[in-house]
């Protein structure tokens, strides 16, 4: 009786599956192991167990960078001649908020420079934030730091004509104008 | 009709086509992984940003997943532990598509990370497409493709 169990048992498609699980356990495995190695020896590896920054943590130095920036004049502008000046083809509209806030909805035209990443996103910016006539950085709301921040980065960097729009998106959304998504 | 169907059959049974199908589905997948094996901070915000997984979590999978699939994929194309490894990347192709539709379905705009983790938001529909397309590949090569020790025999 055992001993037809057995190979009733060892006849069974069963056994091909397991040996199938046990090759992807080791891939698996073999792969898993070769990425932590890489980890270990990288120049700057990553944490393991730890979750990532959140954004807000990464912001604190920049604020230390920003503080430490002479307080150049940074002139406002209402809505309604943000929506005037947004006509003008020489007008670049900034948006200081995260990038997955930008995505889910920003002004139209807007491009997304989130100040917490100033430093590696402006040098692809930076042509173009030169040759516009004037440069409007917006964030969330008055109480929103980020927009002033922006604003004060790219004046740092000899961009003049700089403004801020301080109402910023919570403003443009309850005057009921569209946003755009990505 | 029917003759149709089994010529497109015995096409595809060819060894061949399953080669070359092999190759392609190994050379995307050593494609996908470069980037990410490059950049593991940008693949692990990548990762953290589709919510799916435990914030502790997320590193270690962000660390391991592309050397998981280019090993998977080295392995297909060598012929070691082959069959497995056509398994693992078509389970691989189905998380995916699972964790896209997921996200499809809570209406996030994200970056996939397939290819490229400096990539902005990506059309969903579009990356299921793609998701699919691949999964076919898979498909065809768990159907077709058995070394010659690994033919089921027939009793």
């Given at each position: 009786?055992?001993?037809?169990?057995?190979?009733?048992?060892?006849?069974?498609?069963?056994?091909?599956?397991?040996?199938?699980?046990?090759?992807?356990?080791?891939?698996?495995?073999?792969?898993?192991?070769?990425?932590?190695?890489?980890?270990r020896?990288?120049?700057?590896?990553l944490?393991?167990?730890?979750?990532?920054?959140?954004?807000?943590?990464?912001?604190?130095?920049?604020?230390?960078v920003?503080?430490d920036?002479?307080?150049?004049?940074?002139?406002?502008?209402?809505c309604?001649t943000?929506?005037?000046?947004?006509?003008?083809?020489?007008?670049?509209?900034?948006?200081?908020?995260?990038?997955?806030?930008?995505?889910?909805?920003?002004?139209?035209?807007?491009?997304?420079?989130?100040?917490?990443?100033?430093?590696?996103?402006f040098?692809?910016?930076?042509?173009?934030?030169?040759?516009?006539?004037?440069?409007?950085?917006?964030c969330?709301?008055?109480?929103?730091?980020?927009?002033?921040?922006?604003?004060?980065?790219?004046?740092?960097?000899?961009?003049?004509?700089?403004?801020?729009?301080?109402?910023g998106?919570?403003?443009?959304?309850?005057?009921?104008?569209?946003l755009?998504?990505e | 009709m029917?003759?149709?169907?089994?010529?497109?059959?015995?096409?595809?049974r060819?060894?061949?086509?399953?080669m070359?199908?092999?190759?392609?589905l190994?050379?995307?997948?050593?494609?996908?992984?470069?980037?990410?094996?490059?950049?593991?901070?940008?693949?692990?915000?990548?990762?953290?940003?589709?919510?799916?997984?435990?914030?502790?979590?997320?590193?270690?999978?962000?660390?391991?997943?592309?050397?998981?699939?280019?090993?998977?994929?080295?392995c297909?194309?060598?012929?070691?532990f082959?069959?497995a490894?056509?398994?693992?990347?078509?389970?691989?192709?189905?998380?995916f598509?699972?964790?896209?539709?997921?996200?499809?379905v809570r209406?996030?705009a994200f970056?996939?990370?397939?290819?490229?983790?400096?990539?902005?938001?990506?059309?969903p529909?579009?990356?299921?497409g793609?998701?699919?397309?691949?999964?076919?590949?898979?498909?065809?090569?768990?159907?077709?493709?058995?070394?010659?020790?690994?033919?089921?025999?027939?009793?």
């Open positions: 009786m055992r001993v037809f169990c057995y190979n009733r048992f060892m006849n069974l498609p069963w056994r091909l599956a397991f040996r199938r699980v046990g090759e992807m356990a080791l891939i698996v495995a073999i792969g898993g192991a070769f990425g932590l190695a890489a980890n020896i990288a120049k700057k590896p944490p393991l167990w730890t979750p990532l920054p959140d954004r807000q943590e990464q912001r604190e130095p920049l604020a230390q920003v503080k920036l002479p307080r150049s004049s940074l002139p406002t502008v209402d309604d943000l929506r005037q000046l947004r006509d003008d083809p020489s007008t670049l509209v900034l948006d200081a908020r995260l990038d997955a806030a930008y995505r889910q909805g920003h002004i139209p035209g807007a491009v997304s420079l989130p100040v917490v990443e100033f430093f590696v996103k040098a692809d910016l930076r042509a173009r934030i030169a040759a516009a006539g004037l440069v409007i950085v917006y969330i709301d008055p109480a929103c730091p980020d927009g002033r921040s922006l604003g004060d980065l790219l004046q740092a960097q000899g961009i003049r004509k700089v403004m801020l729009f301080d109402g998106i919570e403003e443009w959304r309850r005057r009921g104008y569209e755009a998504v | 029917s003759w149709q169907w089994s010529e497109t059959i015995a096409w595809l060819r060894p061949r086509v399953v070359l199908s092999r190759w392609v190994g050379g995307i997948f050593v494609w996908a992984c470069a980037d990410k094996i490059a950049h593991p901070e940008g693949f692990a915000r990548i990762v953290a940003e589709y919510r799916l997984l435990p914030a502790r979590l997320v590193p270690l999978f962000a660390l391991t997943l592309p050397w998981v699939e280019l090993t998977a994929a080295l297909m194309l060598v012929g070691l082959r069959r490894a056509i398994w693992l990347l078509s389970l691989l192709l189905l998380v598509l699972a964790a896209i539709s997921i996200n499809v209406g996030l970056s996939c990370g397939c290819f490229s983790v400096s990539g902005g938001a990506e059309n529909w579009l990356l299921l793609r998701d699919l397309l691949f999964l076919l590949l898979a498909a065809h090569l768990l159907a077709w493709d058995f070394s010659r020790h690994e033919k089921p025999s027939r009793r």
